[in-house]
């Protein structure tokens, strides 16, 4: 009995502390997403002209952001920061126009034409660097995954984050480099965001299906997959990841992996001899055509 008794209270304790961290990884979750959409509100109500609004939802989501550093600093803290400087320089900018400086000159009366075309004069060019600045960089942080170095990368995208921490191109790349670093569990948290906020993205559902798969979760894997190729059937990643998935699964349907390799192929990606033996050994015989 006492070794019974001993196997059920380390059974029970090691439930206890897993427990105990994932109400901690829940609790940081909840903040985390309070303050996305604090932040999201504050940027639609600065666009609509709502500034007063906007700036005690700027404050509001500072305030949120900093509380979840404080109490999870190992929770996305290079996301948290950054979206800390983005609340901090809305704040700024805004009070800056509240109480302009007391050495500027005088107040002249213009006409509104003047102010509109004054405005777009300013901040198209500002718009166009800061797009021509991300591109430089998603164009470096991609080659550089593709040399294997996820924390150089990695190093750029935080660079591109400060410009537009919402960059659609930027958070994928991201979670791509997650998933090369092998943190799987930080990839499948930023891509599971995005995913929800563009459920229609295809490359999007592929990616977040590779950390899923890293992370041990093939069959959300495998769901992700058969979502991509449904949103865009011509998409070569997701019928040639998905036929390796089948594969790898306990009884492979072969006809699934048949087709789906098949497709892949057609579409334009390089022959896999694992796929295609496998398939040779199932008497298929179609794989190469």
Known sequence: MKPHASLVTLLV???LFTTAAQADIISATMKFTDAHELLAHADRARDEGAKEEALALYKRSLNTYTELATQDPDFQPEMVEFRMEYCDGQIAAMLAAYYPSTNATPMTVVSAPSVVDEA????APTAQADDRRIEELLI???SKLEQGEAEAARDLL??????????????LLAGLAQCQARKFGDAIYLLGELANEQPSNAAVH????????????SGRAQMELETAVRLEPDMADAHYNLAQ??????????????RHYRRARHLGTPPDLRVESALKESGPGTANQ
Not at 158 to 171: M, S
């Open 206 to 217: 592929v990616s977040l299906a590779a950390a899923c798969f890293g992370s041990g979760d």
């Open 158 to 171: 935080l660079k591109g984050f400060e410009v537009d921490p919402d960059n659609v191109a930027l958070r």
């Open 245 to 258: 998935l089948l594969l790898t699964t306990p009884t492979p349907d072969l006809d699934a992996v048949d």
């Open 140 to 142: 470096g942080a991609r």
């Open 13 to 15: 304790s090691a439930l």
């Open 120 to 123: 777009l004069a300013l901040d």
